[in-house]
């Protein structure tokens, strides 16, 4: 992902509307570039300070890098659920497999 891009979507990531095959890349560029984390940081802190109407001091900074660490954890469950979903459908395409030969070894060659 580069600069442009990941700038575009700079109000997704605040709203946390990012989809999970966004997810690395997004992670990926906050962690490279000092940048646009700051750009993300300010446009965090401008936000959050226009939506808060309770008057009581917040540490925005704290709050993106939590909202950060959630982006993290939710890739890691992608990664895992995804994970799980191909060896799913390996062990599907081997059933398939194993199933064709059998067929054949038992009605045709056997």
Same mark, same amino acid.
């Given at each position: 992902?580069?600069? !442009? &891009?990941?700038?575009?979507?700079?109000?997704?990531?605040?709203?946390?509307?990012?989809?999970?095959?966004?997810?690395?890349?997004?992670?990926?560029?906050?962690? !490279? +570039?000092? &940048? +646009?984390?700051?750009?993300?940081?300010? $446009?965090?802190?401008? *936000? +959050?300070?226009? &939506?808060? &109407?309770?008057?009581?001091?917040?540490?925005?900074?704290?709050?993106?890098?939590?909202?950060? !660490? *959630?982006?993290?954890?939710?890739?890691?469950?992608?990664?895992?659920?995804? !994970?799980?979903?191909?060896?799913?459908?390996?062990?599907? $395409?081997?059933?398939?497999?194993?199933?064709?030969?059998?067929?054949?070894? *038992?009605?045709?060659?056997?």
């Amino acid at each position: 992902m580069n600069c !442009s &891009d990941f700038q575009k979507i700079i109000p997704d990531i605040i709203d946390g509307n990012i989809e999970e095959e966004e997810l690395a890349p997004v992670l990926e560029h906050i962690e !490279s +570039c000092k &940048d +646009c984390y700051d750009e993300l940081e300010i $446009y965090y802190v401008l *936000k +959050c300070g226009l &939506d808060d &109407d309770s008057g009581k001091p917040m540490n925005f900074v704290e709050q993106l890098e939590n909202s950060i !660490s *959630k982006m993290r954890k939710r890739n890691e469950h992608y990664i895992a659920a995804r !994970s799980v979903y191909v060896m799913t459908q390996l062990a599907a $395409y081997a059933a398939i497999a194993g199933t064709f030969i059998y067929v054949l070894f *038992k009605y045709f060659i056997g």
